[in-house]
C-alpha cells in the first residue's frame, strides 16, 4: 500500500486544485519533458550503438554500459518520484558482490534491468503528454485571465470564427473561461499525478 493510495481515500479529486499534491505533481510534470527527452536519446542511442557494434569487440561494451545506465537512472528516478508523489518505493540493482560473471548475467537478465527499461520508457511518454497538458493548459490559461488587461482591438479569440473582444463584459467571460481553464489543468495534473505513483507502485512496490 502506498503513502499516496492511504491518503487519496480521503482526499476527493474535487479537492485537486487546493491540494499539494496537485502542486508536487505540477513542478515534478515540469521537469518530465526534460527528463523524458534524455531518456528517449539514451534508449535510441543505447540500442542504437549495441546493435550497431555488435559484431565488435566495442558491443559487449555498449550493451553493459547502457544497462547499467539504465538500472541507474531507474533507481535514482523511482527515488525521487517516490519522495515526490508519495509512493513507497524499493527499486532494485543488481547485486554487486557475487563475482563479475554472476553480476553481468543479473544486469542482462535480471527483473532490475527491465523493469528499469518500462520505467524509463514509461517517463519517456509521460514527458511528452507532461509537455502538451503543461504548455497548453498553462499558457492558454494566462492569455485568457489577462483578457480584461488588453481588450479592443488587440484581443482577438479565434475558434470556429474570428471575434474581437472589445468590451470590458466580454473579457469578463473570456477570463471566466481562463479560470475554467486553470482549473481542468490542475485536474489533469492531479490526475497524471496519480497515474504515475500507481505505475512506480506497480514497478517498485516496496513489499
Do not use: C, K
Amino acid at each position: 500500500m502506498t503513502r499516496s493510495n492511504s491518503s487519496a481515500a480521503r482526499r476527493s479529486f474535487l479537492a485537486a486544485p487546493i491540494d499539494p499534491f496537485t502542486y508536487r505533481t505540477l513542478g515534478y510534470l515540469a521537469l518530465a519533458a526534460p527528463i523524458g527527452l534524455a531518456y528517449t536519446v539514451l534508449l535510441s542511442v543505447g540500442l542504437g550503438l549495441s546493435l550497431g557494434l555488435s559484431i565488435t569487440p566495442l558491443g559487449p561494451v555498449v550493451v553493459v554500459a547502457t544497462l547499467l545506465a539504465v538500472v541507474t537512472l531507474a533507481w535514482l528516478d523511482a527515488r525521487l518520484t517516490g519522495g515526490v508523489l508519495g509512493v513507497d518505493v524499493a527499486p532494485e540493482f543488481p547485486a554487486v558482490d557475487q563475482g563479475v560473471v554472476a553480476f553481468l548475467q543479473e544486469l542482462a537478465f535480471g527483473r532490475a534491468t527491465w523493469t528499469g527499461v518500462a520505467f524509463l520508457a514509461y517517463r519517456a511518454a509521460l514527458g511528452l503528454v507532461a509537455f502538451v497538458v503543461l504548455v497548453t493548459g498553462l499558457s492558454l490559461t494566462a492569455a485568457l485571465l489577462l483578457a480584461p488587461f488588453a481588450y479592443g482591438d488587440t484581443l482577438v479569440v479565434q475558434a470556429t470564427t474570428t471575434h474581437v473582444v472589445d468590451t470590458f463584459a466580454e473579457s469578463v467571460l473570456v477570463a471566466a473561461a481562463g479560470v475554467l481553464t486553470g482549473l481542468g489543468t490542475l485536474y489533469a495534473t492531479n490526475l497524471l499525478g496519480r497515474a504515475s505513483a500507481h505505475v512506480t507502485d506497480a514497478l517498485f512496490h516496496d513489499a
